[in-house]
């Protein structure tokens, strides 16, 4: 297996605690966080934030509609991060496989959160996932937006 690897990293002002807590127990809550992406996220089978769960998003990527049914492959407390591996949807047309990694790190009032993409083409003529990635960047700063404090 010829795994790629894509990263990217943005500081957010809200709550790295909670943001993690969001990707962990409460994904289903995006949809509400950032409407212009996420249209829902779906239990389909396990319960929210247990290893083995699979979640099924609607969102909207580069103007589509779109699904991705992912299972909940490892949440690590201490480090602050869950990983998904999408095991059904338009993201598979074009990878055979599909990891994402969303991991936050608390520095005192910053926050940094880091989007890992492990994946494999399904031929050579299928380009790097940045626009997945710029995608999953605007959701995070959506989230980061929705937590800070309103002002009058």
């Not at 099924?56 to 990983?83: L, N, P, R, Y």
């Not at 991991?103 to 940094?112: L, S």
């Not at 083409?121 to 990635?133: A, H, Q, T, V």
């Amino acid at each position: 297996m010829n795994l790629s690897t894509l990263v990217n990293q943005v500081t957010i002002k809200s709550d790295g605690d909670v943001f993690h807590e969001i990707f962990r127990q409460r994904p289903h809550h995006i949809s509400e966080m950032s409407p212009g992406c996420i249209k829902g996220v779906n239990l389909h089978d396990g319960e929210w934030g247990v290893v083995g769960s699979v979640i099924v998003w609607d969102f909207i990527h580069d103007g589509k509609s779109k699904v991705a049914k992912e299972v909940i492959e490892a949440i690590d407390e201490e480090k602050k991060s869950v990983c998904f591996k999408v095991i059904g949807g338009d993201i598979l047309e074009a990878y055979k496989t599909f990891l994402i990694t969303v991991h936050v790190d608390t520095n005192g009032e910053e926050n940094i959160v880091t989007w890992t993409f492990h994946y494999e083409k399904l031929n050579e003529d299928i380009g790097e996932p940045n626009s997945l990635m710029d995608f999953c960047l605007t959701v995070t700063k959506d989230i980061e937006n929705h937590h800070l404090p309103k002002s009058n």
